[in-house]
């Protein structure tokens, strides 16, 4: 059985930050580049980011209010249908992100099926909106 490799990869500002105004300076765009190269070397088949990274650019923003409807999920792992390899891994603790797709697709990067890994402090309703959604999840 092949084990998995895994790279601690992170583009961060000197103050170490990982999202803001570097991210788009035109200043920026050598290490920019660079950073994915190295995305690209390393052939990465996942990536994971915090809450704030992705609704800061990658999710639909936050859930907003669900319905109460459909709350009876068990909390553990689901794993929703997709023929995709890739994944982006949103570390949503409590389960606030919004999605209107199972998938991420950005320009220079291959699309990629989104698993939520969630704690028990996530609500069932949440559980719900992922799974019609078709966004699979993690309950750590």
């Given amino acids: 059985m092949e084990k998995p490799f895994v790279v ?3 583009f961060t500002s000197l103050n170490g930050k990982t999202d803001g105004d570097f991210m788009t300076c035109p ?3 050598p290490a920019r580049t660079k950073y994915g ?3 690209g070397y390393y ?3 996942a990536t994971l980011y915090g809450t704030v990274t992705m ?3 990658f999710s639909d923003g936050l859930a907003g209010e669900l319905p109460d409807g459909a709350i009876g999920y068990p909390k553990e792992t689901w794993a929703a249908p997709s023929e995709v390899r890739q994944y982006v891994v949103a570390v949503d603790p409590k389960g606030t992100l919004g ?3 199972p998938y991420m697709e ?3 990067r291959p699309k990629a099926h989104v698993i939520e890994a969630l704690t028990e402090q996530a609500p069932g309703k ?4 992922l799974r019609r959604q078709g966004v699979s999840y993690v309950v750590a």
């Fill in 8 to 10: 601690c990869h992170m």
């Fill in 27 to 29: 200043d920026g765009i």
């Fill in 37 to 39: 190269d190295l995305r």
């Fill in 43 to 45: 052939n990465c088949e």
């Fill in 55 to 57: 609704a800061g650019g």
């Fill in 99 to 101: 999605w209107d797709s």
């Fill in 106 to 108: 950005k320009r220079g």
């Fill in 126 to 129: 949440y559980l719900a909106y």
